[in-house]
């Protein structure tokens, strides 16, 4: 249950509970509570509520649909790896487009327990958290939630971010290069922000990615959820035996 005198941000403590429930007891696309019954289920205020749908949202656990309520996305359950990682501006560079990012958000948080969790970490060390919008010639093409180690990326600034790509970042700033990526993919619906962001309808169909990223010490060092527009997109995946 909640704890409301620890030092880890309620709205975290919901998090992981919420992601808890969601993994063990509920199926894709079924129905949440809404944020009234979540507030008086954990006692907390509408506030914190939202902040952790939110971040739910961000993540892909969840989906909401207007005068419906929220739902749990199809994400949540395991998937299989389609095809290995890319640079999303060496892929654009490749099609002859402009790429540009856009830093919508830049902090430095506590990790709640998932989240630190998935990146190997201890729960309330600290990572950097991002939003980016993804360009290809002037049109947003996908929103991306990236979480990096803190301790890997000292004095990582949005600055250096405006300045060039990520993965420029980590080869030439920190010696840190990506040698292996975990994907997995999972069709999905934008949440209002998503919209707007990516200038599409809304509840809008998309790609949902979650991308695992490890260094030749096989540590990881990128934790990222993107969201593609659905008709921007296509992915082709060579087998081989």
């Not at 709205?11 to 696309?29: A, F, K, R, W």
């Not at 939110?54 to 994400?75: C, D, Q, S």
């Not at 060390?125 to 301790?151: H, K, N, Q, T």
Request: proline share 3%; net charge negative.
């Amino acid at each position: 249950m909640i704890d409301k005198n620890s030092s880890v941000p309620l709205y975290s403590q919901l998090v992981d509970l919420l992601i808890n429930e969601i993994t063990d007891h509920l199926e894709p696309n079924s129905k949440m509570m809404s944020e009234r019954e979540i507030c008086e289920t954990y006692d907390l205020s509408r506030t914190t509520v939202r902040l952790a749908l939110a971040e739910l949202e961000n993540l892909g656990y969840i989906y909401k649909r207007h005068g419906k309520g929220t739902f749990v996305a199809e994400l949540t359950r395991d998937r299989k790896n389609l095809l290995e990682s890319y640079s999303f501006t060496d892929y654009m560079r490749q099609l002859n487009k402009v790429p540009k990012t856009s830093v919508v958000e830049f902090e430095i948080v506590p990790l709640y327990k998932h989240i630190a969790e998935v990146l190997g970490l201890r729960e309330g060390e600290l990572a950097y958290r991002m939003e980016r919008i993804r360009y290809a010639d002037g049109a947003p093409m996908l929103f991306e939630v990236s979480y990096l180690p803190e301790y890997l990326f000292k004095s990582l600034s949005r600055e250096m971010l405006d300045e060039k790509p990520l993965y420029e970042i980590f080869k030439e700033d920190y010696r840190q290069e990506v040698a292996i990526a975990d994907e997995e993919f999972a069709a999905s619906i934008m949440t209002d922000k998503e919209s707007r962001l990516l200038e599409t309808m809304t509840d809008a169909l998309c790609l949902r990615i979650q991308r695992k990223s490890y260094n030749k010490q096989n540590v990881m060092i990128e934790y990222t959820v993107s969201v593609a527009k659905n008709d921007e997109f296509v992915y082709r995946i060579r087998h081989s035996r």
